[in-house]
């Protein structure tokens, strides 16, 4: 005498799966539909604002409250003496007055390179920072 598998109580994670009848497939599903609105630029000013150009170079990684400073992962160059506009909740601009790598001061970074410096504001981590 043959037993199938639910008689003989067998856990349906073990079962053997049955073949799906050849009439049925699976539809294909159907990709959304791409927007035709033409995307937003970033550095279009808005209201009476003067229009500028920007350059992201980089992001703030972290932040010591205690001492202020934001420690910087850069994507380009940065010189001390050069203006940099953090993108945070209440946006500030400030002068690179001295930038630290490991403790030492510095006076150029490159990309990938991560840099501290004292800001005035306090700032988040994942703010975007931008070259004036």
Known sequence: MEY?????????????????????????????????????????????????????????????????????????ELEVGQTVEFQSEEPFEQEIESMQVNREEITKAGPGQFIGIKVVNRVQPGTIVLLK
């Open 4 to 76: 199938n598998q639910r008689q003989l109580k067998v856990p349906s994670f073990l079962r053997k799966k049955r073949k799906a009848a050849s009439g049925t497939k699976k539809k294909p599903r159907k990709k959304a539909a791409k927007s035709t609105r033409p995307a937003a630029s970033s550095n279009t000013p808005s209201g009476p604002e003067k229009a500028t150009s920007t350059l992201p170079i980089g992001k703030v990684t972290h932040y010591l409250e205690n001492i202020q400073v934001a420690i910087l992962k850069l994507n380009h």
